[in-house]
């Protein structure tokens, strides 16, 4: 059974920081490319930050420069350091991993995490 499982929202001031961690289990990890996703309430579902197999990093233009997205696949997680963060930036954060094969692909989702900037 594969689960994902996030953890670290909550609410935070504007300008704060926070972690979110997903952890995996059910997969062979380190062969999954990971991402963050997001969803305000009202607005469709938006990429965050990607990483990967071999680590490379994407992300998007209104945390760029803010947020690190990060693997350790020794312990089947992914991370989401966000900093300065603003009111816009709250949202239901999802994890997102991905197996794209010649024959397809398989993703998995967590179940979210909120985040609430809001002094």
């Known amino acids: 059974q594969v689960q994902l499982v996030e953890s670290g929202g909550g609410l935070v001031q504007p300008g704060g920081s926070l972690r979110l961690s997903c952890e995996t289990s059910g997969i062979i990890f380190s062969i999954y490319a990971c991402a963050w996703y997001r969803q305000a309430p009202g607005k469709q579902r938006e990429l965050v930050a990607t990483?990967?197999?071999?680590?490379?990093?994407n992300y998007a233009d209104s945390v760029k420069g803010r947020s690190t997205i990060s693997r350790d696949n020794a312990k089947n997680t992914m991370y989401l350091q966000m900093n300065s963060l603003k009111p816009e930036d709250t949202a239901v954060y999802y994890c997102n991993v991905v197996r794209r094969t010649p024959g397809g692909s398989t993703t998995y989702w967590g179940q979210g995490t909120q985040v609430t900037v809001s002094s």
């Open positions: 990483i990967s197999v071999g680590g490379s990093t």
